[in-house]
T-cell receptor, first 111, second 112 residues
């Protein structure tokens, strides 16, 4: 059974204080790893897909990286508008549509 | 605009009163899915559909029904809602295997 563990559960940062969120996974044949951002009461919004170890993707202040066991979402010089819950999900198996989600990291960026 | 539309956004009902939450996508996606999200438990899949007339159970299907008569629509039916079904519900669709899920904006359901 696929498992996804995100840490920490919650993270408070000062504006401009860079940090990283972790997503550890156990899957039988990773097909893709996804990062989403979710604002309170809204649907998750897609950020990145990573397909293989060593891959990196960037968008504004966010950078996602992937190894064979985990993924990191690096946040550089965060702003208050980056406050949200960040979700990680994996797709595995033979071309499955199914995703397994982690429980998320709630990020708060204080001005 | 490509989107997944759920209705209603908010719903308060009483135990046992049948309800339907609608979901529609305009992206011609074959795969659609329903999730519920609860504090501390994350997103859990209720049902999914690979195509018209093809549906299957997810991780927490008890107390729910779905149907897929048309490609664009995937309603979630609660025949006899109970308070433990109070939750935030999301419909989602996906273009192809190993591609991102597109989520609706959610339906917050309260069952008293």
């Amino acid at each position: 059974e696929d498992q996804v563990t995100q840490s920490p559960e919650a993270l408070r940062l000062q504006e401009g204080e860079s940090s990283s969120l972790n997503c550890s996974y156990t899957v039988s044949g990773l097909r893709g790893l996804f990062w989403y951002r979710q604002d309170p009461g809204k649907g998750p919004e897609f950020l990145f897909t990573l397909y293989s170890a060593g891959e990196e993707k960037e968008k504004e202040r966010l950078k996602a990286t992937l190894t064979k066991k985990e993924s990191f979402l690096h946040i550089t010089a965060p702003k208050p508008e980056d406050s949200a819950t960040y979700l990680c999900a994996v797709s595995s198996g033979a071309g499955s549509y199914q995703l397994t989600f982690g429980k998320g990291t709630k990020l708060s960026v204080i001005p | 605009e490509a989107q997944v539309t759920q209705n209603p956004r908010y719903l308060i009902t009483v135990t046992g009163k049948k309800l339907t939450v609608t979901c529609s996508q305009n992206m011609n996606h074959e795969y659609m899915s329903w999730y519920r999200q609860d504090p501390g438990l994350g997103l859990r899949q209720i049902y999914y559909s690979m195509n018209v007339e093809v549906t299957d159970k997810g991780d927490v299907p008890e107390g729910y029904k779905v149907s897929r008569k048309e490609k664009r629509n995937f309603p979630l039916i609660l025949e006899s809602p109970s308070p433990n079904q109070t939750s935030l519900y999301f419909c989602a669709s996906i273009r192809e295997r190993v591609s991102p899920l597109h989520f609706g904006n959610g339906t917050r359901l309260t069952v008293t």
